[in-house]
């Protein structure tokens, strides 16, 4: 019984310390890989308003989200692919809404920055 808990002890303490990389569009370091990513996140930073990137999968495929102003009322979100292709957008002041199914279908995989 006491080798049992020594095991699960030393594997509990091993496994403390490891970070578990996420691969986003075939890098673990997205926000310094991704030139075009860099770019607004970068510009994002600098307008002081709340903001937030975050990764999902959409249809089978890495897709981020960059909504740049959260809690705008007039805020337009934009999907964009790995490439820096624009897949969808919502909001803005004419209520776009381009993949009506994206809240129902599209799962979260990590957020990569947030700024309240």
Do not use: H
């Not at 803005?92 to 990569?112: H, M, R, S």
């Amino acid at each position: 019984m006491k080798r049992i808990f020594y095991i699960l002890l030393v594997t509990f303490a091993l496994s403390c310390g490891k970070e578990e990389k996420i691969e986003i569009c075939n890098t673990d370091k997205p926000l310094e890989q991704i030139s075009w990513l860099k770019s607004i996140v970068q510009s994002i930073m600098d307008n002081g308003s709340p903001s937030e990137v975050v990764v999902f999968v959409y249809k089978g495929n890495d897709v981020i989200l960059i909504n740049p102003c959260m809690g705008c009322a007039d805020g337009l979100t934009t999907v964009y692919d790995c490439n820096g292709n624009e897949i969808c957008k919502f909001g803005g002041i004419a209520g776009f809404n381009t993949c009506p199914d994206f809240d129902q279908t599209a799962v979260e995989k990590t957020v990569l920055f947030r700024k309240n």
